[in-house]
């Protein structure tokens, strides 16, 4: 199994452009998410989906939309972004809500 | 909104010694887990704990919960270079949304060889 994969790796961006990062798991976990993490902090969670059809906002949810069409898939997209947007964005699954997570390796995004 | 807490922020000690890393929080909880990230990698389940229990180990790693003071513990014994990296907890509540994960800003832990 490849687990929880993210693409790309790293991306820069220009202020006002809008991008997707992909994000598939193969363990057919009904509750994927997504997280931003910033130097010096913990995960802080933007959106979140308990299984395919369903999200929901996370504490830092403006800027960004989701969708979950299959439960393989959970994609995050940038509508325009910002500044201060530029983190490390990271996918994670679980089979339930507050269950072991289990996470991809990681988006770093660069926004000038 | 941040949840749990780590304490201290940073740790270093010397290869062979134990380190224990300190986690509080403010409301009721499910569970509690502890994840590993090392630089620049995505995070790694170590353990969960479930607010029923009190103690649990898994090699060298032994965690412990105390809801009354709404705290946990993550100790590692005889430490080695590669146990170097953050270790974060994080707190599920019970029911809906409230049950998403809250991860604290974590403990960055070095391992002198």
């Known amino acids: 199994n490849a687990g929880v994969t993210q693409t790309p790796k790293f991306q820069v961006l220009k202020t006002g452009q809008s991008m997707t990062l992909q994000c598939a798991q193969d363990m057919n976990h009904e509750y994927m998410s997504w997280y931003r993490q910033d130097p010096g902090m913990g995960l802080r969670l933007i959106h979140y989906?308990?299984?395919?059809?369903?999200?929901d906002q996370g504490e830092v949810p403006n800027g960004y939309n989701v969708s979950r069409s299959t439960t393989e898939d959970f994609p995050l997209r940038l509508l325009s972004a910002a500044p201060s947007q530029t983190s490390v964005y990271f996918c994670?699954?679980?089979?339930?809500?507050?269950?072991?997570?289990?996470f991809g390796p990681g988006t770093r995004l660069l926004v000038l | 909104s941040q949840q749990g807490e780590e304490d201290p922020q940073a740790l270093s000690i010397q290869e062979g010694e134990n380190a224990t890393m300190n986690c509080s929080y403010k409301t009721s909880i499910n569970n509690l887990q502890w994840y590993r990230q090392n630089s620049g990698r995505g995070l790694v389940h170590l353990i969960l704990?479930?607010?029923?229990?009190r103690e649990k180990h898994s090699g060298r790693l032994r965690v412990t919960l105390d809801t009354s003071k709404k705290s946990s513990s993550l100790l590692i014994t005889a430490s080695r270079a590669a146990d170097t990296a953050s270790y974060f907890c994080a707190t599920a509540a019970y029911g809906g949304s409230q049950g998403n994960l809250i991860f604290g800003k974590g403990t960055k832990l070095s391992v002198k060889p």
């Open positions: 994670a699954s679980s089979y339930g809500t507050g269950e072991t997570q289990y």
């Open positions: 704990i479930r607010s029923n229990e």
């Open positions: 989906s308990v299984g395919a059809g369903i999200t």
